[in-house]
C-alpha cells in the first residue's frame, strides 16, 4: 500500500487525471461493511470516462449515461426478475443491501483502460477476498469474465455459491452472459441460507441522485477524518 500511494502520488505530480475522485477510492467499502456482505460482484477496473466512475464496479452516478456493459446487465436483469430497466446507473442502492462491487483495480488514467494495474491494487483485492472467503459463511460471487474469475482460487466453493459467466461487456457477453438468471439464483441461493433476498430494482432517478449527493459527502468527510 505505501508503494501504490507513491505511485499514485506521482502520477498526479505527473498531472494524470485519476478516476474515481480520491474521496471514492475505498467506497465500496464505505457502502458495503465487512459484517454487511451477503453477495460480491468482481468488475476489473473502474471506467475511464470522465465523471463514470465513483468507487462501485459497474456503478456510474445517476447523470451519467449507462454504459454498454451495465445497459446488459439491465437487460439480463429485466428478463431474469421483470422488473423495469432503471433510468440511471447508480447501484449504491444494491450496495447498501449487502451487495459490495467491488474492482480488483481501484484507480484508472483518464481514456486508458487498465492503466493502474500491476502496481499493487491486485494484492490488496486478493486479500479482501481471501478474508471474505475465511471469515464469512455463505456468500454469493458473481465472477463476470476471465479477469474475475482469476479470484476463484481465493474462494472456497464448498463453503460459499460461486457463479462464473462470461463478462457483461458487448464484446463478450454473447458467448453465454444472457440467460443466466443471476439475480434470481443470488436471492435463492440467500434466502435458503436464511438471509433476505436483495431488492434489484433501482429507485427512481431523483431519489437515487439524493442518495448519491449524500454518500459522496459520507466518503469525503470519511477521506478526510
Not at 462501485?56 to 446487465?73: E, G, H, K, T
Not at 449504491?92 to 462491487?101: E, N, P, S
Amino acid at each position: 500500500m505505501h508503494d501504490l500511494r507513491v505511485f499514485l502520488t506521482q502520477r498526479k505530480q505527473q498531472r494524470a487525471v485519476i478516476y474515481p475522485p480520491a474521496r471514492d477510492y475505498f467506497a465500496a467499502f464505505n457502502l458495503t461493511p465487512f459484517e454487511q456482505v451477503k453477495v460480491v460482484i468482481l468488475g476489473q477496473d473502474p471506467y475511464h470516462g470522465e465523471g463514470q466512475a465513483h468507487g462501485l464496479c459497474f456503478s456510474v452516478a445517476p447523470d451519467i449515461a449507462r454504459p454498454p456493459s451495465l445497459q446488459n446487465i439491465f437487460k439480463e436483469m429485466h428478463d431474469d426478475l421483470n422488473i423495469p430497466i432503471p433510468e440511471h446507473g447508480c447501484l449504491t442502492h444494491w450496495a447498501k443491501q449487502g451487495v459490495l462491487l467491488l474492482n480488483s483495480v481501484l484507480t484508472v488514467e483518464k481514456g486508458k483502460a487498465g492503466a493502474h494495474q500491476g502496481k499493487g491494487w491486485e494484492s490488496f483485492t486478493d486479500d479482501v477476498m481471501s478474508v471474505l472467503n475465511a471469515q464469512k459463511e455463505h456468500l454469493v460471487f458473481i465472477l463476470w469474465g476471465a479477469y474475475a474469475q482469476k479470484k476463484a482460487s481465493f474462494i472456497d466453493e464448498s463453503k460459499h455459491f460461486v457463479i462464473k459467466a462470461p463478462h457483461p461487456s458487448p464484446l463478450s457477453s454473447y458467448r453465454g452472459f444472457f440467460g443466466q438468471r443471476y439475480f434470481s439464483r443470488i436471492n435463492q441461493d440467500l434466502q435458503q441460507h436464511g438471509l433476505a433476498p436483495i431488492d434489484w430494482q433501482l429507485p427512481d432517478l431523483e431519489e437515487a441522485k439524493q442518495q448519491f449527493q449524500s454518500i459522496e459527502q459520507m466518503n469525503q468527510q470519511i477521506l478526510h477524518g
